[in-house]
């Protein structure tokens, strides 16, 4: 069956430290896979997309890694600050312009 | 620009209730989307369209209903309203077009429904 795996459990760092999050999934052959910030009681935000054949995709702070082999992508946000905490979801293509999500990890991020 | 625009924001209905959810965008998006987000669980695509009255189901449509008589505006529906249907209700939408493609998806605020 189809499955997209995200840490279910908290991640939490200090500040100034590198957020490493994971997506893994099965069964999927996706386009592009992208990346969204979710914060309490609001929709999510687009953050970045990365395509099958882009290894890494870089924004300010923010890096996503995507490996076709694995089926897992990284995301990592570098020198984290306690406004980066929030929930990240996973999202991989799954048909033209439809979206597949992963439940989510929240990211707590303490000064 | 207001992006995706939802009301209700909060809503509590009785089992077997009907209303509609309202989403709008001013971003002349050609396609739209609905989706439910449940407590520890992704979201999921309830219903999508591709452009002013052409709509598909997705992953979870049973009882919902949707049209999209214009751009702007894409209601989702339900008809009888379930305990299961208790959730938060997300509207976004994206653009795709001959020239250019862009798959990010812009979401709306969310309505929160609880029916009891």
């Known amino acids: 069956s189809q499955k997209i795996e995200q840490n279910s459990e908290a991640l939490n760092i200090q500040e100034g430290k590198t957020a490493t999050l994971t997506c893994n999934y099965t069964?999927?052959?996706?386009?592009?896979l992208q990346w969204y910030r979710q914060d309490p009681g609001r929709g999510p935000v687009f953050l970045l997309l990365?395509?099958?054949?882009?290894k890494e995709k870089r924004k300010e702070r923010l890096k996503v890694t995507f490996d076709t082999t694995l089926k897992q992508s990284l995301f990592h946000i570098t020198a984290s600050q306690p406004a980066d905490s929030a929930t990240y979801l996973c999202?991989?293509?799954?048909?033209?312009?439809?979206?597949?999500f992963g439940t989510g990890t929240r990211l707590l991020v303490s000064p | 620009n207001a992006g995706v625009t939802q009301t209700p924001k909060f809503r509590i209905l009785k089992i077997g209730q009907s209303m509609t959810l309202q989403c709008t965008q001013d971003?002349?998006?050609?396609?739209m989307y609905w989706y439910r987000q449940d407590p520890g669980m992704g979201l999921k695509l309830i219903y999508y369209?591709?452009?002013?009255?052409?709509?598909d189901k997705g992953e979870v449509p049973n009882g919902y209903n949707v049209s999209r008589s214009t751009t702007e505006d894409f209601p989702l529906r339900l008809e009888l309203a379930a305990p299961s249907q208790t959730s938060v209700y997300f509207c976004?939408?994206?653009?795709?077009?001959?020239?250019?493609?862009?798959?990010?998806?812009?979401f709306g605020p969310g309505t929160r429904l609880t029916v009891t």
């Open positions: 976004a939408s994206s653009y795709s077009g001959l020239a250019e493609q862009h798959y990010e998806q812009y």
């Open positions: 069964n999927y052959s996706p386009a592009y």
């Open positions: 990365i395509r099958e054949n882009e």
């Open positions: 999202a991989l293509e799954a048909g033209f312009q439809k979206l597949v």
């Open positions: 971003m002349n998006h050609n396609y």
């Open positions: 369209s591709v452009g002013a009255g052409i709509t």
